[in-house]
């Protein structure tokens, strides 16, 4: 039984982690040494939302990491941001942000 609800488990999360897309294109398929991850908090909540420079011109509207439904992925957490990618063989290098507090930059590297 423990077998069974581990590898539904593991098949969930296959599945909802092969849905992420940038511009169309699948994250996993993305192949930059380094990422810019701009982290934008919504008005009100606690939700993170992220763009993402990987080096393609790609119209600002258009970096948001979004999920198989085509609305933009919400974080709860900059650290849930940082589990995310390092999911995906990244690490965090350094962070900084354009005004004091959001948005915030992630600068990713490949591990």
């Known amino acids: 039984m423990r ?25 996993e398929e993305i192949t930059s040494e380094h ?8 008005a009100f909540y606690r939700i993170r939302v992220v763009s993402i420079d990987y080096g393609e011109f790609i119209r600002p509207r258009d970096a948001f990491l979004l999920n198989k439904n085509g609305e933009r992925w919400e974080f709860s957490s900059n650290a849930d941001v940082l589990n995310f990618f390092s999911g995906y063989g990244y690490q965090l290098v350094s962070s900084y942000s354009e005004n004091e507090g959001y948005p915030l930059h992630f600068v990713l590297q490949k591990k």
């Open 35 to 42: 990422l810019d991850v701009r982290v934008m908090s919504q």
């Open 3 to 27: 077998k069974h609800i581990l590898f539904l488990f593991a098949a969930c999360a296959l599945s909802v982690s092969q849905a992420q897309t940038i511009n169309g294109t699948p994250l």
